[in-house]
T-cell receptor
Framework: DTEVTQTPKHLVMGMTNKKSLKCEQH?????MYWYKQKAKKPPELMFV???????INESVPSRFSPECPNSSLLNLHLHALQPEDSALYLC???????????????FGEGSRLTVL | AQSVSQHNHHVILSEAASLELGCNYS??????LFWYVQYPGQHLQLLLK??????LVKGIKGFEAEFIKSKFSFNLRKPSVQWSDTAEYFC?????????FGTGTRLKVLA
């Protein structure tokens, strides 16, 4: 079983809807990540939070808005998405030690998003 | 720009055959290296990792990988594959928080 929990597992939304994806970990990790994975493609980094501060935004469109309320939780708020945003959204965490070695990523099972 | 290349996109092997999957990276300086596996319908799981020290690292399920710094490579090997190794394999490289994944290799093992 994964120690990174994502909800919902599946989400269908229209282009005018506002929804959120949620991620939770209780491993004491201080770095949390959002990745996007299209079918038969590798995960693409979207955002990284380190010690609850946004440290990396890979030029993601503003219709995706991340939030890190505390060290265990990570949200991804979705608004006015496009059909091409349909994908598997993966949350991950790592120990987040300072310096070059931040440890390996622990992934959740993902939230499969369909935008109609 | 940083990149990770996996040369084999699809590999089909019979059980008991040996496996080697290539991974090359373009990433200056000290890096950390990983192989992840994604079994059908499951989440990404760590197979093995290299941070420093012995360049030959052993992971779970009989997998190993060798870091060759001069070749910027981190190839994955297994002496004898099993049907249950059918999955997608991703090489990943990171410095600090920016993990970059290779394009993946789909391995199918025939029983």
């Amino acid at each position: 079983d994964t120690e990174v929990t994502q909800t919902p597992k599946h989400l269908v939304m229209g282009m005018t809807n506002k929804k959120s994806l949620k991620c939770e970990q209780h491993m004491g990790h201080r770095a949390m990540y959002w990745y996007k994975q299209k079918a038969k493609k590798p995960p693409e980094l979207m955002f990284v939070y380190s010690y609850e501060k946004l440290s990396i935004n890979e030029s993601v469109p503003s219709r995706f808005s991340p939030e890190c309320p505390n060290s265990s939780l990570l949200n991804l708020h979705l608004h006015a998405l496009q059909p091409e945003d349909s994908a598997l959204y993966l949350c991950a965490s790592s120990q987040g030690r300072t310096g070059a070695n931040t440890g390996e990523l622990f992934f959740g099972e993902g939230s499969r998003l369909t935008v109609l | 720009a940083q990149s990770v290349s996996q040369h084999n996109h699809h590999v089909i092997l019979s059980e008991a055959a040996s496996l080697e999957l290539g991974c090359n990276y373009s990433y200056g300086g000290t890096v950390n290296l990983f192989w992840y596996v994604q079994y059908p319908g499951q989440h990404l799981q760590l197979l093995l990792k290299y941070f420093s020290g012995d360049p030959l690292v052993k992971g779970i399920k009989g997998f190993e990988a060798e870091f060759i710094k001069s070749k910027f490579s981190f190839n994955l090997r297994k002496p004898s594959v099993q049907w249950s190794d059918t999955a997608e394999y991703f090489c990943a490289v990171t410095r600090t928080y920016k993990y970059i994944f290779g394009t993946g290799t789909r391995l199918k093992v025939l029983a």
